[in-house]
């Protein structure tokens, strides 16, 4: 079997496990170039190079920048420009919007997000606006931010590195931003005067306790020996008063009745899956005997607090169970519920897996500091707007000398942002601990094992065989339409699988149509930038997509209501703006 062969199945296969989301993207490349390299596609003294590619170090080094700057409360001023916002929706989606492109231009999207969204839902309260109206506007202004400047979004920075590869010469920091811009501007207008009325009305706020209010949360509950309950129906427990609730499943000793019906009848001993809504939940405990399975006589008290927060992508509880992370005993925590937007829960709470933008009704006590940072969660509460002066002077100091050594080209990116890292760290602005912690290792993980696929395609001919087919469709279309198709395709491939790997699949393609085509490669490169950076599909696509999936209670179909028109008036923007930009 040839090379080329080898290089395109593995492709398709890595593809489909990126679609299936059964094993995490990085996880899936390192198979992907092990399978490679232990065929010979990949050459093994090469198979480990990409780690040391100067997109993954820049990558890692912007992200420990972002953190800075996040720490020192650079973000947090920005917010305060938000209280001029009125009561109507057109404008509080306006200014939000604004303010989270302009901070995901200089920081990480995702960490941008993390910090506006409470902000954001705590404004829409005051204001009587539904967060579902807020928070996608906001996810997406991340991601149109991250298209402005080199370190907005990884692919800018996989793109750069690739163009010195292939031509001698990386994009400056400011070149994405003619196209950038403009798209980003149309985009917002478009957002708030249309977009957000295009979204469902689907999740109220809690107006007494000011935190999210979600559709239904899951939660799991014990009748105790001698219980009032035992002997009656689940019909009779809903006539107690106990409020709108869903027995989804009985655990009986080993045995599990799943969906019971209304006139099954209740025993000491029974554990109860139930979904209920938030508000309702005390009011179950209370007028019954039922009592919390993640409840013990040491948490009790009324010394005790409710905490509920969102679970972050790549976070330390993304992915793993209450039992490997030991919540109670290393962390003083109980979980009491789980909210699962768009999906039925049929777990036990103990054996579930959490996954990103899963809601955690958790438990702790008053006096305590929940380490939610450490966990990956974001707590879904009004953020305290802080500025620390000193700090936050040192670090606008330091991000903006790595800028001029950029844009001058006095310093390669990852020599002026790794030195800026390193420099928040000395100065104090970040402590060692945070700066490690700041690195998403999944995405370098991911980047430095899709860095020698992508040259496999290319060497192996893969990438020159696909362009040669766009290219003798681009013989019978105008060169705009090839641009377009480009663009698409990179869009396509960005809501099913991570923006960074498109970047690097693509990257190649691109060039060598260009080459078909006899055309500058920079607008091709440039579609596959703007491509990667437009994943509004999917609640996949993204990881600021994840995050506001269930705080906003969306479902899996609505992002197209707003993310379709999204990319629509994209594709129809961005290929005049990338031929007049880059001619």
């Known amino acids: 079997m040839s090379a080329q062969v080898l290089v395109f199945l593995t492709l398709a296969v890595t593809l489909v496990l990126f679609v ?153 920091f400011f070149d994405f931003a003619p196209v950038g811009v403009a798209l980003a501007a149309v985009c917002l207008v478009f957002i708030a005067l249309v977009g957000w009325r295009l979204l469902p009305i689907r999740v109220a706020t809690d107006e007494e306790h000011g935190q999210f209010e979600v559709a239904e ?15 009656m129906t689940l019909r009779d427990l809903a006539a107690k008063g106990a409020g709108e609730l869903v027995v989804a499943t009985i655990f009986r000793g080993p045995r599990r009745l799943s969906a019971p019906r209304a006139d099954s009848v209740l025993e000491a001993g029974d554990r109860l899956l139930i979904e209920i809504a938030p508000g309702e939940l ?73 996954e990103a933008g899963d809601i955690v009704l958790l438990q702790a006590r008053r006096d305590a500091k929940t380490p939610l940072g450490t966990l990956g969660l974001l707590p879904l509460e009004q953020r305290d707007l802080r500025l620390r002066p000193a700090s936050a002077a ?10 001029v050594a950029l844009v001058l080209r006095l310093l390669p990116a990852q020599v002026a942002f790794t030195t800026a890292a390193v420099a928040m760290v000395i100065t104090g602005v970040l402590r060692l601990r945070d700066a490690y912690q700041a690195v998403d290792w999944s995405i370098v993980v991911l980047l430095g094992a899709m860095i020698p696929v992508g040259e496999a395609m290319e060497s192996s001919g893969g990438a020159a065989t696909i362009a040669n087919r ?13 641009l377009a198709v480009v ?28 080459a078909a085509l006899d055309a500058s490669p920079d607008p091709f490169l440039m579609a596959v930038a703007v491509g990667a950076s437009c994943a509004f599909l999917t609640p996949i696509g993204h990881q600021s997509n994840t995050l506001v999936m269930g705080p906003g209670g969306y479902r899996f179909g609505d992002y197209w209501r707003l993310g379709l028109p999204l990319e629509i008036l994209i594709v129809a923007i961005a290929v005049p703006m990338l031929l007049w930009a880059w001619p």
């Open 394 to 403: 040192v670090a606008m100091a330091i991000f903006g000398l790595a800028i």
């Open 470 to 482: 766009l290219a003798a469709l681009g013989e019978s279309l105008p060169l705009p339409l090839t």
């Open 20 to 172: 299936a989301n059964r094993w995490r993207y990085d996880v899936v490349a390192l198979l992907a170039l092990l399978f490679l390299t232990i065929t010979g596609a990949v050459p093994a003294a090469d198979a480990f190079s990409g780690f040391g590619h100067p997109a993954v170090v820049t990558v890692a080094a912007v992200l420990i920048v972002s953190r800075g700057l996040a720490a020192a409360g650079v973000v947090d001023q920005l917010t305060r420009v938000l209280d001029i916002a009125g009561d109507r929706p057109t404008a509080l989606v306006a200014i939000l919007t604004i303010v989270v492109t302009f901070a995901s231009a200089f920081m990480n999207n995702v960490g941008a997000l993390a910090l506006l969204m409470p902000v954001a839902v705590r404004l829409g309260q005051k204001r009587g606006v539904s967060p579902s109206l807020l928070l996608m506007p906001l996810a997406f202004g991340s991601l149109l931010g991250g298209m402005t400047t080199l370190i907005g979004t990884p692919p800018n920075i996989i793109l750069s590195a690739y163009r010195r590869d292939a031509l001698g010469e990386s994009f400056g």
């Open 217 to 231: 949360f899951t939660t799991e509950v014990e009748l105790p020996a001698e219980s009032e309950l035992a002997g």
């Open 487 to 514: 663009l698409v395709a990179a869009m396509v491939l960005s809501d099913v699988m991570n923006n960074a790997a498109t970047a690097v699949l693509m990257a190649p393609i691109a060039v060598q149509v260009a």
């Open 282 to 354: 005390e009011n179950l405990l209370r007028v019954t005997d039922l009592t919390l399975v993640s409840e013990d006589e040491a948490h009790s008290s009324r010394d005790l607090e409710s905490v509920e927060a969102v679970v972050l992508p790549r976070g330390r509880m993304d992915g793993r169970t209450v039992a490997e992370l030991d919540l109670r005993a290393a962390f003083g925590l109980n979980l009491l519920a789980v909210a699962r937007q768009g999906r039925r829960i049929r777990s036990r709470l103990s054996k579930l897996r959490f």
